[in-house]
Each structure stands twice: as structure tokens, then as C-alpha cells.
């Protein structure tokens, strides 16, 4: 528990609450209500818990005016330098950074998982061949549970551990069969001799009638991308794990939430949404038309890729994908890519606008993954699973740290009622 050092009083009809403030390592206190309800008898209104902090973790910390974001006290940039995806897994699940042998084991571990249960070949025949890729994998995720019964029991420490490995070897295998089902190719066996990142490239892009050898450029690409979305504190898709998790679900059902949740267009989704933005602006000339469009309250649209609950100078994670962007697109030799033009335009004119400015609006990492994810051939429904995969090692972490914690409690918010008083009922032949 972090450090109680002083507290606030709240005066509510002329009684005074005493309420604890909590010190933690980093950023600002926090005030304890927990037993505000009992000893005042009033709730706490906070609709998009803007001010709320739902639990305690050591996983992740963000500094939103700063633009700052570390995992276990190291940034995210020193990490996308000189980590590498699965060593950032190793860390967000266990707290520090691996030594050479503790590595190779995790990735002997990880390796030994990743095929899928042969009879989930039939599940995934079930499924349209159009559906959204982000729908098989909800379906397919949460079915999980039905294949590996043997991981589903959330008070066995091992069985969690397995449950973890499984999902961060196998999503990437289930989101590449879900890619290549809805393309109507076969699906493509993991392939152990490659690196996290070029084995899925593998499976979705390699085909039984020609050899497909994985660029290095971009299997680094692709595992930078995955670092980058690793994990980001309690966001909506982290926070409906955590919901989904405190009343005991098995943690296969509990990703599968996470999923569904990051599939919206405010959160997983926008990627895919923002690179269809930058699509239908199509040239330079037309981004005027956009920005006064966003500005707009009336209009209902948003620039996708821009603007943050947390970040509100700028998201350290968009810096890496920028460069990182630059980098494939050189090596694909498209540099004059049109929705480059377009995407770097847009910014400019975005940060140099007072309505941006003002609301301290900046992109946010969906602004340039997907051109990256676009010019490596991947089709926009892919976007948000290639999120979800990378996502899957900080929903678990958080889940395994919520399971861990002594003081867990189930999830239940409560609310303002603003709905009817008593009513009498009235006979249908009466109303
Ligand atoms: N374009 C135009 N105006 C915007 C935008 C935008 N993208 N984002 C926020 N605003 C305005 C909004 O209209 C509001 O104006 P006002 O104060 O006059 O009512 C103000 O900025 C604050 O917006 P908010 O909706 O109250 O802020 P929020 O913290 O609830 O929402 C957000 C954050 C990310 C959902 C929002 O900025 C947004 O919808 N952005 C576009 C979608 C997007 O790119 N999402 C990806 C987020 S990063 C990756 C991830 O988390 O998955």
C-alpha cells in the first residue's frame, strides 16, 4: 500500500469526513474514499473516471503533461531503442528486466505455445468469411477457455502462468488465422525459428505455393509497433479486464473483454478509423475541409489519431512511431507515399491551429501506425488485431497484479439516479 502521510477533511452538512491521502512513488496523491459511503452516506460522481484511481499497480506510470511513459521505471523510449517485444513482455509480467538465461527460457516458453489447438481450425470455419477480424478473435479468445480447461483455474498460481503464456504465444497465431480466413488463404503454422514479430508476419504472409522470406527491417518494424502498444496503465480495454476479472472470470474470458473493448474507434480502433480518415481526406488540398470539420461540434466528427485522456502535451509513443514510420517507408522505397503527405500536413496544420492548441490535442500513436501497418500490406480490419496482440502481455500483467493483490475486491461502481420515483404498476388495459 503506498505511504499515508496526511489527510483531507470534507465537510458535508456540517460534519467533518476525515479521508486519507495516499503518497505514491510517482505522480499525484490520492485521496482514499473507500469508506466515504459508510461513515457520510454519499457517493462520488465521476463519469470517465477523469479523477479516479481504481487500484494500486507497479506496472505502468504516465506522466500525461509530460508526455512521459515508463514500464517498471524504465521509458518507453530507451526501451523501443534498445529492448526488444518479448523482453518488454518479460518485464511487464515480472517486474524486471530478464538476465541471458531467464530470457532464453521465456522465449523457449513462449515458442512452445504458440500453435492453437488443432480442433480450433473448425471453430474458426464457423465465422463468415467477411467478418471483422477484431470479431473472430472476441469469439475465438474467449473460446479459449473451452480448449484449455487445464489454465482456467484462477486460484492456481501455475495455471495463470500458463494461462499468460499461452495467450501472449497464441494471439499472435489466432489473429494471423483470422487474417488469412477472411482472405480465403490457408491458414499458415507458426514457425519456431523465427523471432516473435517475424513469425507473425510469417503466418500472415507466407503462402504453401512460394517461399516467403521475412525482411529484417520490418520484423523490427512490426516488433517495435508491438512495444509501443505493450501496455499503457488502466485504459478502458486494462480497466474492462481488470472489471471483468474481479468477480473471478477465467482469464481467457477476461481478454476476450479487453478485446472487444479496444475494438471502438476511441480507443484500439482508431488506428484502423484514422487511417481510413487519412484516406478519404486523400490529398493535401482537402485537409482545411477536415480540420474545420473536427472543429465542428455540430459535425460529430473527430480527427482520428489525435488527442489523449492522459497525454496532454504529447504521446511519447507517436515520437517512435514517426520515426519508425519514416524508416519502413524508405526501406519500402514509398517515402512519397500520399498518405504520408497528407498525415505529416495534417499535423502541421493541427498544431499550428488555436482550437487544437488550446485543447492540447496532439497525435497519439494510432496517427502513424497505420501507414506503417498499410505499406507493409496489412488491410485496415487488420490494424486493431495487430493492437490486441501487442496489448495481450499488459491486459495479463495487469490481471495477474489484480489477482495477486490481497485488497481485490469485485468491481462495482455505483451511480446518480436521475430516473423515476415509486410508481404504481398500471394494467396494460389502463395505460
Ligand atoms: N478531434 C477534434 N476535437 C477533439 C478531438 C479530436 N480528435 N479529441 C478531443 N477533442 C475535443 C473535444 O470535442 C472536447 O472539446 P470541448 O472541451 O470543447 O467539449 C475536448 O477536445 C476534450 O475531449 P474529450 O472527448 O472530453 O476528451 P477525452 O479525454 O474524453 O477523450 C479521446 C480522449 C482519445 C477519446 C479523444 O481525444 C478522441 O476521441 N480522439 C480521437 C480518437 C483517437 O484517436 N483515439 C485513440 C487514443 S490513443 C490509443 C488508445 O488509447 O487506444
Known amino acids: ?25 510517482l505522480g499525484p496523491d490520492v485521496l482514499d474514499i473507500r469508506k466515504l459511503y459508510a461513515e457520510a452516506d454519499v457517493f462520488t460522481f465521476d463519469p470517465g473516471f477523469t479523477s479516479t484511481a481504481a487500484c494500486e499497480s507497479a506496472i505502468t506510470y504516465i506522466d500525461g503533461d509530460k508526455g512521459e511513459l515508463l514500464h517498471r521505471g524504465y521509458s518507453i523510449e530507451e526501451l523501443a531503442e ?59 479468445v474467449g473460446a479459449m477457455a473451452a480448449f484449455y480447461h487445464d489454465s482456467t483455474d484462477i486460484n492456481d498460481p501455475w495455471q495463470r502462468e500458463v494461462a499468460a503464456i499461452r495467450m501472449i504465444a497464441k494471439l499472435p497465431t489466432i489473429a494471423a488465422m483470422a487474417f488469412k480466413y477472411s482472405v480465403g488463404q490457408p491458414f499458415v503454422y507458426p514457425k519456431n525459428t523465427l523471432d516473435y514479430a517475424g513469425n507473425f508476419l510469417h503466418m500472415c504472409f507466407a503462402i504453401p505455393a512460394e517461399d516467403y522470406v521475412v525482411d529484417p527491417v520490418l520484423s523490427k518494424a512490426m ?68 480540420v474545420a ?84 500490406g496489412f488491410p485496415t480490419s487488420m490494424f486493431t488485431p495487430i493492437f490486441a496482440i501487442s496489448r495481450t502481455v499488459g491486459w495479463i500483467s495487469q490481471w495477474k497484479e489484480m489477482i495477486g493483490d490481497k485488497g481485490q475486491k469485485i468491481g462495482r461502481p455505483r451511480q446518480l439516479y436521475i430516473g423515476e420515483t415509486h410508481r404504481k404498476y398500471v394494467d396494460v388495459g389502463q395505460r
Open 82 to 140: 534498445q529492448s526488444h517485444y518479448l523482453e518488454v513482455c518479460y518485464l511487464l509480467l515480472y517486474g524486471e528486466l530478464p538476465t541471458a538465461a531467464q530470457m532464453a527460457d521465456f522465449e523457449t516458453r513462449v515458442t512452445r505455445h504458440t500453435m492453437v489447438h488443432e480442433q480450433m481450425h473448425y471453430f474458426f470455419r464457423g465465422f463468415r468469411r467477411d467478418a471483422h477480424p477484431m470479431a473472430t478473435m472476441v469469439g475465438v
Open 1 to 25: 500500500m503506498a505511504e499515508t502521510k496526511r489527510n483531507a477533511t470534507l465537510t458535508v452538512d456540517g460534519k467533518s469526513y476525515d479521508l486519507p491521502i495516499h503518497s505514491p512513488t
Open 293 to 376: 470539420k473536427a472543429k465542428d461540434k455540430d459535425s460529430g466528427f473527430r480527427l482520428m489519431g489525435f488527442g489523449h485522456r492522459v497525454y496532454k502535451n504529447f504521446d511519447p509513443r507517436a515520437t517512435v512511431m514517426k520515426e519508425s514510420a519514416d524508416e519502413v517507408l524508405a526501406l519500402l522505397g514509398v517515402e512519397n507515399n500520399p498518405l504520408l503527405q497528407v498525415a505529416k500536413e495534417l499535423e502541421r496544420i493541427a498544431l499550428s491551429d488555436e482550437y487544437f492548441i488550446s485543447k492540447k490535442l496532439y497525435p497519439n500513436v494510432d496517427f502513424y501506425s497505420g501507414i506503417i501497418l498499410e505499406a507493409m
Open 223 to 290: 516488433d517495435r509497433i508491438m512495444m509501443l502498444h505493450a501496455d499503457h496503465e488502466q485504459n478502458a480495454s486494462t480497466s474492462t479486464v481488470r472489471l471483468a476479472g474481479s468477480s473471478g472470470a477465467n482469464p481467457f474470458a477476461c481478454i476476450a473483454a479487453g478485446i472487444a473493448c479496444l475494438w471502438g474507434p476511441a480507443h484500439g480502433g482508431a488506428n484502423q478509423a484514422c487511417l481510413e480518415m487519412l484516406k478519404e481526406i486523400g490529398t493535401v488540398d482537402r485537409i482545411p475541409e477536415f
